[in-house]
């Protein structure tokens, strides 16, 4: 899958980072989204000479397990950075206002209580098309994004 990379992406900086050790953590919900995202924080990875077998994944059930999984490989301290990634879609009940603040919350506690920093790569779309343009849609990936953003975190 192509992935329309941004402009403020510099990889040659990031290049560093390859040395770096990173974990993701992923829902098993709207998969097919996950897996686009998957995709683009691999390819990412692989263009700084960071190979997919060198980065840990974690499975987790839905997105708001997210905090847990995470959670769990901070406190491994074996890690550099973590994201977590995962697809919140809009449904006919307020589910998705308090799933997707309780994940943002979560997410946003843990990169104050502990010392890796965890990337929220959680797609939060009103529906499956908004969610396919910003996996590897003409709206880019944020997948390849948030893994660039957790590159750059490791050098801080």
């Given at each position: 899958m192509s992935t329309k990379k941004?402009?403020?992406?510099?990889l040659d900086s990031l290049m560093i980072a390859k040395e770096k050790k990173f974990a993701i953590v992923h829902s098993e919900w709207n998969i097919?989204?996950?897996?686009?995202?998957?995709?683009?924080?691999?390819?990412?990875?692989?263009s700084i000479g960071l190979e997919k077998d060198k980065i840990s994944i974690c499975s987790v059930p839905g997105s708001f397990e997210l905090i847990y999984g995470c959670k769990k490989m901070c406190y491994e301290n074996k890690y550099d950075a973590?994201?977590?990634?995962?697809s919140v879609i809009r449904g006919e009940t307020k589910h998705f206002d308090f799933i997707c603040?309780?994940?943002?919350?979560?997410?946003?506690?843990?990169?104050?209580?502990s010392e890796c920093p965890v990337i929220a790569c959680i797609l939060t779309d009103n529906n499956i098309e908004q969610s396919l343009e910003r996996s590897g849609g003409n709206l880019g990936n944020k997948g390849y994004d948030c893994a660039a953003a957790a590159a750059k975190m490791t050098l801080i």
């Amino acid at each position: 899958m192509s992935t329309k990379k941004r402009s403020n992406i510099d990889l040659d900086s990031l290049m560093i980072a390859k040395e770096k050790k990173f974990a993701i953590v992923h829902s098993e919900w709207n998969i097919e989204i996950v897996n686009r995202l998957l995709n683009g924080a691999f390819e990412f990875f692989s263009s700084i000479g960071l190979e997919k077998d060198k980065i840990s994944i974690c499975s987790v059930p839905g997105s708001f397990e997210l905090i847990y999984g995470c959670k769990k490989m901070c406190y491994e301290n074996k890690y550099d950075a973590i994201i977590a990634i995962g697809s919140v879609i809009r449904g006919e009940t307020k589910h998705f206002d308090f799933i997707c603040n309780s994940v943002f919350n979560g997410i946003k506690d843990l990169n104050l209580t502990s010392e890796c920093p965890v990337i929220a790569c959680i797609l939060t779309d009103n529906n499956i098309e908004q969610s396919l343009e910003r996996s590897g849609g003409n709206l880019g990936n944020k997948g390849y994004d948030c893994a660039a953003a957790a590159a750059k975190m490791t050098l801080i």
